[in-house]
């Protein structure tokens, strides 16, 4: 509604610094904007002048970002997120197939060599990626998965070469940017939810030929504790009739508040309360054992996903009605 009321040329330039995905979000949402009150307008742009006067300029350079990460999360944590958020200028060639639909952005790289693929699957949104992925022959989906998941990072001069090949945008690029924090395991599990189930078995078996260790270490990321928000609620009722209210318990210690009122408002009243009043009770627990009974879980999920009595989230994309 703000960008509607300022007009074209503003909401442009408000647009301009927007990735593809919110812009895609924010121009579903204007074209559903029906009529608005004048009032409702009014107390918009109040707001939003409120908001404004209570802010100042303000500018950070890369040391200052990168010495309060380093500060907040310790060196280990904070050196990969610095890695993602100051090597900006090094995909600048790569960021523009963000914007393309998957079947532009398959046709355009699928001749490339699969590492090239892989480097470039590793800087598109896992959704997007897992479409572009579909579009490939079952022997290149194979290999750049397999890639993906073998990527321990991408060094900036293969980045910039890479995008100086696919746009000429890169010359002169910084070489001193520490290795990108790119690809590896859970990337490749990432992707993965999104190709659909089909594709996905035929993947992983692929990889299971290659290295079964590896590849259940895939399995195990494609799917974690708090991905079963996306479940609906009739699963979430099939699964808990196959889990000891002691596992559950642990299990919840470590989950977010969001998926343990998912998990309530899927039990009876009585035994709702009653689980509330345990975990409420609970003490400190170890972290390893809250993981280990979380793994169990999803152990059972599996199951029933694998007999079909309940849907995994993130797993529609081939998904066909029977």
Do not use: C
């Not at 090239?116 to 290999?143: C, M, P, Q, W």
């Not at 999803?298 to 029977?322: P, Y």
Request: proline letters at 2%; zero cysteines; aromatic letters at 2%.
């Amino acid at each position: 509604m703000l960008l509607l009321t300022l007009g074209a040329d503003a909401a442009a330039e408000v647009l301009k610094h927007l990735g593809p995905k919110e812009v895609q979000k924010l121009g579903h949402a204007m074209a559903g904007t029906k009529s608005v009150p004048r009032e409702k307008v009014e107390d918009i742009l109040t707001e939003m002048e409120s908001h404004t006067a209570k802010g100042a300029p303000l500018s950070a350079d890369s040391d200052m970002i990168r010495a309060m990460l380093t500060k907040a999360l310790g060196d280990d944590k904070a050196a990969n997120l610095i890695g993602r958020i100051l090597q900006g200028g090094d995909t600048a060639g790569i960021e523009s197939l963000k914007w393309m639909d998957a079947a532009t952005v398959a046709d355009l790289i699928k001749n490339e060599h699969p590492q090239i693929i892989a480097t470039i699957l590793v800087h598109l949104e896992y959704d997007h990626a897992g479409e572009v992925l579909k579009s490939f022959t079952e022997r290149l989906r194979n290999d750049v998965l397999l890639r993906i998941a073998t990527l321990d990072g991408v060094q900036p001069t293969a980045l910039r070469e890479l995008n100086e090949a696919m746009t000429r945008l890169m010359a002169g690029a910084s070489a001193n940017v520490k290795k990108a924090a790119m690809g590896g395991i859970r990337h490749a599990a990432e992707i993965l939810n999104f190709v659909g189930q089909a594709s996905e078995t035929a993947i992983v078996d692929n990889v299971r030929e290659y290295d079964p260790e590896l590849a259940q270490k895939i399995l195990d990321e494609m799917f974690v504790f708090e991905n079963l928000l996306d479940v609906d609620d009739r699963g979430i009722q099939l699964l808990l009739r196959e889990i000891q209210s002691d596992s559950l318990i642990l299990a919840l210690k470590g989950s977010s508040p969001e998926l343990r009122e998912k998990v309530f408002k899927n039990m009876s009243q009585r035994a709702a309360e009653m689980l509330r009043e345990d975990l409420e009770s609970k003490g400190p627990v170890r972290l390893s054992e809250v993981e280990s009974e979380q793994k169990e879980i999803l152990k059972i999920a599996r199951r029933l996903a694998d007999e079909g009595q309940i849907q995994l989230g993130g797993k529609g994309g081939d998904d066909q009605m029977v």
